[in-house]
């Protein structure tokens, strides 16, 4: 039986009248790549939030990495790793500063911190960047950097808010290999992403339009459902008559 890290049961956000996210339930396996897909103002990036511990629902139920999201939030946060292509890491902090930072941060010793430094200098291809200020650093070099420093403390669940966004294909593939070697570690990736063939790449993915999940499976299997080439025809039939246009 499959070990669940992230449950959800009826989870809703309003804000005031407005219903962001609308009673979704659904659950992630541990070491599963779930694709959590919406087009704007789906109400993904609301529920996100309360997921990591960030936002309180105003009602329903969720556990992350067995923790409750009313009243574990700090147990939640200690337990989670968070990249996004807005906010990820300091431009104006060396590549090391920013690593030892993080790393502290999540609780690492100075031992640790130091090992970590030595490896992902070797495992990036960094070692002559160090000491550079990261921004300097090209976006697809960030974004590797951000993603290994989000998981620096082997976290059981790592949040991807749109990460390759802007980046080239061919970063985005390599970007993708690390998530790939996150999962085969045990780490549960939960990612959001505007580029379709992305979410072929996850083991399940989940569809929201106007705060419901519409569609949860496999890709093959919501290929299958809908009679459809790709996730880009699987998406654009369930949002085509989606109402809301900012998240």
């Given amino acids: ?3 669940v890290v992230i449950k959800t049961d009826k ?46 629902p105003s009602s329903g139920q969720a556990t992350i990495a067995g923790y409750d999201i009313y009243k574990e939030t700090e147990s939640i946060k200690k337990h989670i790793g968070y990249m996004s292509q807005k906010f990820s ?10 690593i030892r930072f993080f790393g502290g941060i999540y609780g690492l010793t100075n031992k640790q911190i130091k090992e970590k430094i030595k490896n992902l200098a070797e495992k990036l291809g960094l070692q002559d960047q160090m000491r550079k200020l990261v921004g300097s650093l090209p976006l697809g070099w960030k974004q590797k950097l951000a993603f290994s420093v989000a998981v620096i403390h ?9 990460p390759t966004g802007g980046v080239d294909p061919v970063t985005r593939r390599q970007f993708w290999d690390l998530i790939y070697e996150a999962a085969d570690n045990g780490i549960t990736v939960f990612v959001t992403t505007h580029y379709m063939d992305e979410a ?9 339009v ?25 998406f654009f039939e369930l949002a085509r008559g989606a109402k809301r246009s900012a998240d």
């Avoid at 106007?210 to 996730?231: C, E, F, R």
């Fill in 89 to 98: 890491l300091y431009e104006d902090l060396t590549v090391m500063e920013n």
């Fill in 11 to 56: 989870l809703t956000k309003r804000f005031g009248d407005f219903i962001a996210t609308n009673e979704i339930t659904f659950e992630v396996y541990a070491g599963e790549i779930f694709g959590f897909l919406g087009a704007n103002g789906a109400g993904k990036t609301t529920a996100m939030r309360m997921l990591c511990g960030l936002s309180k």
């Fill in 154 to 162: 082997e976290p059981r669940i790592v949040f991807l808010d749109e």
């Fill in 210 to 234: 106007d705060g419901v999940i519409k569609a949860l499976d496999t890709p093959a299997n919501l290929k299958a459902h809908y009679g459809a080439a790709s996730i880009d025809e699987v």
């Fill in 1 to 3: 039986m499959q070990e």
């Fill in 200 to 208: 072929e790449y996850c083991n399940r993915i989940s569809m929201m």
